[in-house]
């Protein structure tokens, strides 16, 4: 079996005027970190990366799954780009490669499963939490360890919903055939009394917040109560500011943006989430 092999970390050199942050992303859902950290930190220079030839991470092997998101992370830095933070936008990738990353570069790397644990725990009142996520990530257990780690007491409750992800990389946001996928997962999980106590669902994938209006609105017909959402996208977005420089600027930092495979539609959908300038947007291989 072939195997990752660390090596030596690669500094950064820090921006002098302004914090420059790599994203990557399985594909375009990662754009709601981008939207969310542009948002926070608009002086910031992105440079994000959508490995669409290879989506979704979601039903792969932890090893595969590392595999490509280091490949991805050293694409991003193949050229020489400096960078303050990277960040995993994805939470299969967070899941299972956020320890070699970390080890492997000496400025922040983070992912999205701790801020959005952080920000379930804080909004639970009945201590039970619901996770909607890729295989992968509701495998991995990970949000069960990160909230135990932070509410010993708390109960999690997570439910794969794989077809999520194709519907937001469609573009299907809303409608007949979303509520259709929802329920069909849903339905046969809430009948669980235990499960049905839950007041608070993180959306464990970052292609789902474009589907928050549907998903809440699915929970509150099957639930008779409403739930609060956990977008990770901005709990991300503000652990960056707090950790990076916020110079007070009125311009935008610059936005690279790069696909692995079929730019036209990554500019169609992902324009959905993060305005998508064509003459930003490259083609790389990993």
């Known amino acids: 079996m072939e195997r990752l092999q660390?090596?030596?970390k690669r500094a950064s050199l820090?921006?002098?005027?302004?914090?420059?942050?790599?994203?990557f992303d399985s594909g375009v859902?990662?754009?709601?970190v981008a939207?969310?950290?542009?948002?926070?930190?608009?002086?910031?220079?992105?440079?994000?990366?959508?490995?669409?030839?290879?989506l979704p991470y979601g039903t792969k092997s932890a090893h595969t799954v590392t595999r490509y998101a280091v490949q991805a992370a050293e694409a991003l830095l193949s050229d020489g780009a400096q960078v303050d933070a990277l960040v995993v936008a994805c939470n299969t990738a967070s899941s299972c490669a956020l320890p070699m990353l970390k080890e492997r570069y000496d400025f922040p790397v983070l992912g999205v499963i701790g801020p959005g644990a952080r920000r379930a725990v804080a909004a639970s009142t009945s201590g039970h939490i619901g996770v909607i996520g890729t295989e992968r990530t509701v495998q991995s257990g990970a949000y069960e360890q990160a909230i135990a780690a932070l509410s010993p007491d708390a109960v999690v409750h997570s439910r794969a919903t794989p077809l999520l992800v194709g519907l937001a990389e469609e573009g299907w946001f809303d409608?007949?055939?979303?509520?259709?996928?929802?329920?069909a997962y849903l339905v046969p999980w809430l009948q669980d009394p235990a499960i049905a106590r839950i007041d608070t669902v993180v959306l464990g994938c970052t292609h789902y917040p474009a589907l928050k209006t549907v998903i809440g609105r699915v929970f509150e017909r099957l639930l008779g109560h409403s739930v609060v959402l956990v977008d990770s996208a901005e709990a991300i977005a503000e652990e960056l500011a707090e950790r990076l420089p916020n110079?007070?600027?009125?311009?935008?930092?610059?936005v690279e943006l790069f696909a692995t495979?079929?730019?036209?539609?990554?500019?169609?959908?992902?324009?959905l989430f993060f305005p998508?300038?064509?003459?930003?947007?490259a083609l790389i291989d990993l």
Request: proline residues 7%; hydrophobic residues 45%.
């Open 247 to 254: 110079p007070n600027s009125t311009a935008n930092g610059a």
């Open 14 to 23: 820090r921006a002098m005027n302004a914090p420059r942050i790599a994203i």
């Open 6 to 8: 660390t090596q030596p």
């Open 175 to 183: 409608g007949p055939v979303a509520e259709a996928a929802l329920e």
């Open 261 to 271: 495979d079929a730019l036209a539609r990554f500019a169609r959908v992902g324009g």
């Open 35 to 54: 939207s969310a950290v542009h948002a926070r930190l608009p002086g910031a220079n992105l440079r994000y990366l959508g490995d669409t030839a290879r």
């Open 29 to 32: 859902g990662g754009l709601t």
């Open 276 to 281: 998508v300038d064509r003459a930003n947007l």
